[in-house]
């Protein structure tokens, strides 16, 4: 039987795109060198579009000049996936895990972030599931409710998931979410009944869901966000 399994949780609030890439970047090296343990960064972001690695920014759908107009950033990055839309009111996790040490593969690795958001969404009544094949993220019937977007280097993860609680959907209608023309971008609060509680119960009801899938049992809260921000990207 494995021992207690750990995994430090950064609460981080909203964070500039460019900044995160960089904190992820110092934390991959760092859990790479064996200096830290698997951590999990929480967080939102101001409106931002992120490109992957195929550099599909044909699928962004206005003149790049006029993201400014609509208050939103276009970034380039080294992660899977297609272009997508990230913003407040959603729920982003970035994994900074040991594929090796955990002994996942790939795709049992996206296979559990998956699994993660759909558990999350089933706690409010919605049903959730992976998308059909070439369909990226999770889905409740043709609308998609979580992005997904890994990349992982010598086994270590970085990038990772955004589930969307409330965000402003009309961001969504300058790209075509994951490269998936025809098909709707949801919210939980679109598709549940249910009356949401504050977001940042839900943020930590998805870290819940994470830890649960991927089989940590002890969570170390990093509660005073800013001044480890702040530290880890001097």
């Not at 550099?55 to 609509?70: R, Y």
């Not at 913003?87 to 970035?94: D, K, N, V, W």
Request: charged letters at 25%; one cysteine or more.
């Amino acid at each position: 039987m494995r021992g207690l399994r750990s995994l430090e949780v950064w609460k981080l609030g909203v964070v500039n795109y460019l900044d995160a890439l960089k904190l992820q970047e110092k934390l991959a090296l760092e859990r790479k060198l064996h200096k830290r343990r698997d951590t999990l960064l929480s967080l939102q972001h101001p409106p931002t579009y992120t490109v992957g690695k195929r550099q599909t920014v044909h699928n962004l759908l206005i003149p790049q000049p006029e993201l400014e107009k609509i208050g939103a950033e276009l970034h380039y990055t080294q992660r899977g996936g297609d272009i997508t839309f990230h913003g407040p009111h959603q729920a982003i996790l970035y994994p900074i895990l040991s594929l090796r040490d955990m002994g996942l593969g790939a795709r049992s690795f996206v296979e559990k972030i998956e699994l993660t958001m759909i558990e999350l969404a089933a706690m409010y009544g919605v049903k959730a599931c992976p998308g059909q094949s070439g369909e990226t993220g999770v889905w409740v019937g043709e609308r998609k409710i979580g992005a997904i977007g890994v990349r992982i280097s010598s086994g270590i993860t970085s990038h990772g998931m955004a589930f969307n609680i409330d965000p402003d959907l009309s961001y969504f209608r300058h790209i075509v979410p994951c490269g998936i023309a025809d098909k709707e971008v949801t919210s939980l609060r679109r598709e549940t009944d249910f009356v949401l509680p504050e977001e940042e119960i839900i943020q930590k009801q998805l870290i819940s869901c994470f830890a649960r899938i991927f089989g940590y049992s002890n969570l170390i809260w990093k509660e005073d966000a800013s001044t480890i921000f702040d530290k880890e990207t001097e």
